[in-house]
């Protein structure tokens, strides 16, 4: 306030102009240049790391991506556009839900399209995939709302028995984005819808991990829903994303300063919790403390947007999808009727043998990878050892996902 003040009492000007021909411009362009450069050059400067890590974890500098470890992928026909998939390791069934690829690209707040009169929006299905017999079934949602939207995203999956399951599944409403609480027991024929949860905390929900039959963490994946500082959360990587803990009695944020949360996933016992932070092409490994807030253990750095990563049971290593080139995806406009061909991977993420202090804790090897054309923008990779399977999921494409077997050596 007193700065104001000052200004005001500041000696007046003299308007003479310099003799000097350089600034008989009056209001110089040249100057308006050096300032813009020298502004430039500041950002730049700050922001070193930023663009060296854009540069790595975009792939602008990759060339092509050569399939490796593709033979034997087969796409699963009658269904398109599946998020999240969850395998119960016990049952051999896969949980997923499916929309329209189409329409993803008119109602996805995930990816700021919000185009409330899409076509072919708002139907997306419940499915159940048997994998010892390849074929899956489009489960009735009993007591689900009448009317009510489903555009579905993550899933967290709480066993209350060996063969009863809560299933809580995000859901794009129009009226806002929800979790819904959903239950099976192995071998009915339909999936009983419960109660839906809506709070003022879970407003861009990506991904679930179940702790309890009313309990869960809740990933966001922006802080801003839509609007210029959306992008500029995006594009400057904030951190600024976190994670939520829900339960009946008391919900509240849990983890903070993630780039843009995205998939979680947690080991058989929930005392490790892997969330990736997709714009910060990164993994954070986090252990539940006993207030049920998290607490970082280890950040892991990868070379590509990180998508949903899904546990192993029996290694106990996390597999990763993801993003080989995103600027593909993001600089090519969806065009309509047009596969978006995003080159994705999947890699291995597993403890290091070696366990030296210097030595990094988790190591990382890619078991999949294509160049878009036929698997494309992997978002998740589920593993059934029994079975020598691996499901990867490619929510953006008129596939659903593609049954592989489970790479050599993985
Ligand atoms: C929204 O979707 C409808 C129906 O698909 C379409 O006719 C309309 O042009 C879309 N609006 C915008 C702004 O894209
Ligand atoms: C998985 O990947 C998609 C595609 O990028 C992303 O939008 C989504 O948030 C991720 N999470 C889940 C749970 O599928």
Same mark, same amino acid.
């Given at each position: 306030?007193?700065?104001?003040?000052?200004?005001?009492?500041?000696?007046?000007?003299?308007?003479?102009?310099?003799?000097?021909?350089?600034?008989?411009?009056? @209001?110089?362009?040249?100057?308006?240049?050096?300032?813009?450069?020298?502004?430039?050059?500041l950002i730049a400067a700050l922001s070193y790391n930023l663009?060296? *890590? $854009?540069?790595?974890?975009?792939?602008? /500098? /990759?060339?092509?991506?050569?399939?490796?470890?593709?033979?034997?992928?087969?796409?699963?026909?009658?269904?398109?556009?599946?998020?999240?998939?969850?395998?119960?390791?016990?049952?051999?069934?896969?949980?997923?839900t499916c929309g329209n690829a189409e329409a993803r690209k008119g109602w996805y707040p995930p990816i700021d399209k919000f185009n409330s009169s899409t076509e072919n929006a708002f139907q997306d299905v419940f499915v159940i995939y048997d994998i010892p017999s390849g074929k899956h079934q489009v489960m009735d $949602?009993?007591?689900?709302?009448?009317? !009510?939207?489903?555009?579905?995203?993550? /899933?967290?999956?709480?066993?209350?028995?060996?063969?009863?399951?809560t299933i809580f599944a995000i859901n794009h409403r129009r009226t806002g984005s929800v979790v819904e609480v959903l239950e099976y027991s192995i071998g009915d024929k339909a999936v009983q819808y419960k109660e839906t949860i809506q709070h003022e905390l879970i407003r861009t929900p990506n991904d679930i991990v179940a702790l309890g039959p009313r309990e869960f963490y809740v990933s966001n994946d922006h802080k801003y829903l839509t609007g210029p500082i959306r992008r500029v959360e995006e594009l400057l990587r904030r951190q600024w994303s976190n994670v939520i803990y829900y339960s009946p009695e008391k919900t509240f944020v849990a983890f903070t300063g993630v780039a843009s949360a995205n998939g979680m996933t947690s080991n058989k016992d929930?005392?490790?919790?892997?969330?990736?932070?997709?714009?910060?092409?990164?993994?954070?490994?986090?252990?539940?403390? !006993?207030?049920?807030?998290?607490?970082?253990?280890? @950040?892991?750095? @990868? *070379? @590509?947007?990180?998508?949903? +990563?899904?546990?192993?049971?029996?290694?106990?290593?996390?597999?990763?999808?993801?993003?080989?080139? +995103?600027?593909?995806?993001?600089?090519v406009s969806p065009e309509p009727g047009k596969p978006i061909i995003g080159p994705s991977k999947v890699v291995r993420m597993y403890k290091n043998p070696e366990t030296s202090s210097t030595a990094p804790k988790y190591l990382i090897e890619t078991v999949l990878a294509d160049d878009g054309h036929f698997i494309s923008t992997s978002t998740v !990779?589920?593993?059934?050892?029994k079975h020598e399977t691996m499901l990867v999921g490619t929510v953006f494409t008129a596939q659903s996902f593609f049954r592989c077997p489970l790479p050599k050596g993985a």
């Open positions: 306030m007193a700065k104001n003040n000052a200004k005001t009492s500041a000696t007046p000007q003299t308007h003479t102009k310099p003799t000097s021909p350089k600034a008989t411009g009056g @209001f110089s362009v040249k100057t308006l240049f050096r300032d813009l450069l020298l502004v430039i050059v663009i060296k *890590d $854009l540069v790595v974890d975009s792939g602008v /500098l /990759l060339g092509d991506i050569q399939p490796f470890n593709t033979e034997g992928c087969k796409p699963l026909e009658g269904l398109e556009a599946c998020e999240d998939i969850h395998i119960h390791h016990a049952s051999s069934l896969a949980f997923t $949602l009993v007591g689900f709302p009448e009317g !009510a939207d489903r555009v579905f995203h993550g /899933l967290g999956i709480h066993e209350r028995s060996a063969t009863d399951l929930n005392s490790l919790i892997f969330l990736s932070a997709c714009h910060g092409a990164g993994m954070h490994v986090l252990k539940p403390q !006993a207030d049920h807030t998290l607490s970082q253990e280890e @950040f892991v750095k @990868f *070379d @590509f947007y990180v998508d949903n +990563p899904s546990y192993d049971p029996v290694s106990g290593d996390i597999f990763v999808a993801g993003h080989v080139q +995103p600027y593909k995806i993001v600089l !990779a589920a593993i059934d050892r």
